[in-house]
T-cell receptor
Framework: DTAVSQTPKYLVTQMGNDKSIKCEQNLGHDTMYWYKQDSKKFLKIMFS???????INETVPNRFSPKSPDKAHLNLHINSLELGDSAVYFC????????????FGPGTRLLVL | GEDVEQSLFLSVREGDSSVINCTYTDSSSTYLYWYKQEPGAGLQLLTY?????DMKQDQRLTVLLNKKDKHLSLRIADTQTGDSAIYFCAESTPNTGNQFYFGTGTSLTVIP
């Protein structure tokens, strides 16, 4: 009965590979987000999807592509992984308006070697 | 974008009160949130306050909002070792749409 879940929890891969991180929410929310938390713990938004439409893209390299097959899922695909992509990636969801709380997943710890 | 600032580190002794501070820039109506991140875990919502309130209390947690100074604080009474974590404040406003702006996080260490 987890509200926001992510898989995998840990991901170790080589530079240049392509990988995907999956996110699912069972809260009935219509907006989902991806955040990146760097080694200094700074948290920055990457993408937001509302009803399967991209509404925020905060100058993220186009190697990162979010894909939302339906309202409950928002996956993050990363092409040609670089060392600087190593971080913790958090998925979140909300009802979408600025007044609504965002609920976070447990995070995916990505290490690029 | 909005600017949300926090001090990076705070150490307190077990049983003392902790006060974690946050400043923000948007002066329009705002929701302000406190999230807790334990080591190796995700972000857990602790509490939130709307800008028409000055204070909100929830068990050991007290949130104080000074709108004039755009200053938000989280007070944890009787701090326990289990409170050791990183605490993030976040702001959302009509100007930011769906986006939350997070502070840099304050790492709280509770000394037994």
């Amino acid at each position: 009965d987890t509200a926001v879940s992510q898989t995998p929890k840990y991901l170790v891969t080589q530079m240049g590979n392509d990988k995907s991180i999956k996110c699912e929410q069972n809260l009935g929310h219509d907006t989902m987000y991806w955040y990146k938390q760097d080694s200094k713990k700074f948290l920055k938004i990457m993408f937001s999807y509302n009803n399967k439409e991209l509404i925020i893209n905060e100058t993220v390299p186009n190697r990162f592509s979010p894909k939302s097959p339906d309202k409950a899922h928002l996956n993050l695909h990363i092409n040609s992984l670089e060392l600087g992509d190593s971080a913790v990636y958090f998925c979140a969801s909300s009802h979408g308006s600025w007044e609504e709380t965002q609920y976070f997943g447990p995070g995916t710890r990505l290490l690029v070697l | 974008g909005e600017d949300v600032e926090q001090s990076l580190f705070l150490s307190v002794r077990e049983g003392d009160s902790s006060v974690i501070n946050c400043t923000y820039t948007d002066s329009s109506s705002t929701y302000l949130y406190w999230y807790k991140q334990e080591p190796g875990a995700g972000l857990q919502l602790l509490t939130y306050i709307f800008s028409n309130m000055d204070m909100k209390q929830d068990q050991r947690l007290t949130v104080l909002l000074n709108k004039k100074d755009k200053h938000l604080s989280l007070r944890i009474a009787d701090t326990q070792t289990g409170d050791s974590a990183i605490y993030f404040c976040a702001e959302s406003t009509p100007n930011t749409g769906n986006q939350f702006y997070f502070g840099t996080g304050t790492s709280l260490t509770v000394i037994p």
